[in-house]
């Protein structure tokens, strides 16, 4: 590796958006190659055996993959075909409360209605019509903020319900408690204050998803989806190279074109003085967020949740009421460790049994902590989990938690432990990393900003390294029309 090599493209991340990226411009015909600084690629999105159990493995940031299916890049990319099995629980997602009580997102939004109670009718009216035009709502919601919506509708309702709910207009719907905490629990994803227009944002949407058509898990864990890429990458002349930390653009070879699935703080690192200087006062002055503490378990039987039905979901939100989840978010962005965290657990037995070995069953958790924490807050997620199933201490075999400020050790872009790569603010919505009409493109000609720290947000979507690499290829190699993603081309 260094400057006397030659090639058309540059990719630096192997994460979901650096592969998304790296595959464009690959199918383009171009030469590329990947960097990546971990031994493994995949970046959040890596299946790991961390030592816990024998053959047992965990995923190492992101387990449950509403937008697997959904999202443009991967609709075109078809994982199906490929050999990716994603499955579906018959319960989305869940919410557990005291007193045995549970909000509960069934696939089916008839039965989730019916579950509900006075607030059913509610639930219908904010979901339903984002439901029915699921296509147009992620289109939507995960364009690249320049284009006019492919469906004009769809954006309306879906601005509705965000503004809706992303406002002190938030509770004026609901009469009980239970129907509120469903909607926030899922919002929590985006670590942020609440309510907010990101939180909202981030609620609805993937709230629509759990209906139609499901939260998809990929059998044999995050790996399968990063290992489809990977094989394309390579199936179309890439080359990718592990354990390579890019500190310096002196240890790049030359190219045309170099896509940073980085944060930006990486990527001023790198170019250091090669930007100019309004442009880095600009990355030097973004701002990250709050952070996760992540817990993994090894479990010697099903979490014995109080309400079955929760049981059902492989994905449960554990904090309690919106209340107590409005006040756990505040003390965390007030730099304080909230008492009762919020916190994201997964269970992917619930839809892959082949995850449990030799009767062992790992379970995934992150909580809500202050960025930068060093605390290891794994006794307390336990607890929380307790509080809804009693008797989760008895089948907790091995805990490990990873705090905050440890998790870019396995990923750099968890600065401080904020893996969204940016605070999701409503204005870092609208200028990430930088207000552009081209927000992907540096002032350097041909190198781009490819990661989450781009538009449109974080996730498993691959819509941020897409977006880029097709501006790249117009802007740097006249190619007006991006390859077809479908398999077998």
Known sequence: MGPAERCDVVVVGSGP???AAAVTMARAGLDVRVYEAQSTLGGGARTLDFGMAPGLVHDICSAV????????FFREFDLAARGVELRYSDVSY???????????????????????????????????????????????????????PKDPLSAVQLGR?????????WNLRWKDEVAPALLTGVGAHAISTLPSLPVAGTAVMLAALAHSPGWALPVGGSQAIVDAMID??????????????ITDFEQLPTARAYLFDTTPRNLLQVMGERLPNRYRRTLAGYRYGDAVCKVDFVLSGPVPWTHPEVGRASTVHVCGTREEMARAEAEVAAGRHAEYPMTLVSDPTVTDDAREVDGLRPLWAYAHV?????????????????????????????????????????????????FAAGALTTWQLLARPALRWDPWATPVPGVYLCSSASPPAPGVHGMCGWHAARRALRA????????????HV
């Open 476 to 487: 740097v190699f006249g190619i007006k029309r991006p390859p077809s993603l479908a398999p």
């Open 65 to 72: 993959h509403p937008l697997a299916a959904a999202s443009p």
């Open 161 to 169: 319900a965000v503004v809706e709910q992303g406002t002190r207009l």
């Open 232 to 245: 394309d990458l390579k199936a179309h002349g890439a080359m990718v190279t592990t354990g390579a930390e």
């Open 94 to 148: 869940a919410q557990p409360l005291d007193g045995g009580r549970a909000g509960v997102a069934y696939r089916d939004l008839d039965r989730t209605v019916e579950g509900l109670g006075a607030d059913g009718r509610g639930w219908r009216r904010l979901l339903g019509p984002l439901v029915r035009h699921v296509p147009g709502v992620v289109d939507a919601a995960l364009s690249d903020r320049r284009s006019l």
């Open 370 to 418: 202050p960025a930068g924490s060093t605390v290891d807050i794994g006794a307390t997620v336990q607890a929380g989990i307790e509080r809804f199933a009693p008797g989760f201490g008895d089948v907790v075999v091995e805990r490990r938690a990873i705090p905050a400020a440890q998790m870019a050790h396995h990923n750099a872009n968890y600065i401080g432990g904020d």
């Open 17 to 19: 958006n650096g592969l």
